[in-house]
């Protein structure tokens, strides 16, 4: 009902910079948090940045100060810039919303629950 689609993964050599995209289509009625998570392999799938339902913002200690966050709610859209990239960036990068979907009858919505929704996971990968 949800799809997320990714964009802006690719090669580059440390200290370059990659900008991620994320755009949510699909039956959605409202999206609350809204972020980017990265899995390296053999590794825990983590948090790397995200916007609350109230609009504020989280970073990962290891991308603060180096990786910016954005939210364009009007193209449902989330925006990860990423500069001075380091080798141990490399991962898979999955966005990620919490949002509800909703089904019709005749011309009125109905809202159903919330659930997490992920993207396919886009490849970053930094040389040193």
């Known amino acids: 009902q949800v799809t997320l689609a990714e964009s802006g993964g690719g090669l580059v050599q440390s200290g370059g910079s990659l900008r991620l995209s994320c755009t949510a289509s699909?039956?959605?009625?409202?999206?609350?948090?809204m972020g980017w998570y990265r899995q390296a392999p053999g590794k825990d799938r983590e948090l790397v940045a995200s916007v609350t339902t109230d609009r504020s913002l989280n970073y990962a200690d290891s991308v603060k100060g180096r990786f910016t966050i954005s939210r364009d709610d009007a193209r449902k859209t989330v925006t990860l810039q990423m500069n001075d990239l380091k080798p141990e960036d490399t991962a898979v990068y999955y966005c990620?919303?919490?949002?509800?979907?909703?089904?019709?009858?005749?011309?009125?919505?109905?809202?159903?629950?919330?659930?997490?929704?992920w993207g396919q996971g886009t490849q970053v990968t930094v040389s040193p």
């Open positions: 990620n919303a919490y949002a509800s979907t909703y089904g019709m009858k005749g011309w009125t919505k109905y809202e159903s629950a919330y659930n997490d929704y």
């Open positions: 699909g039956r959605i009625y409202n999206i609350a948090d």
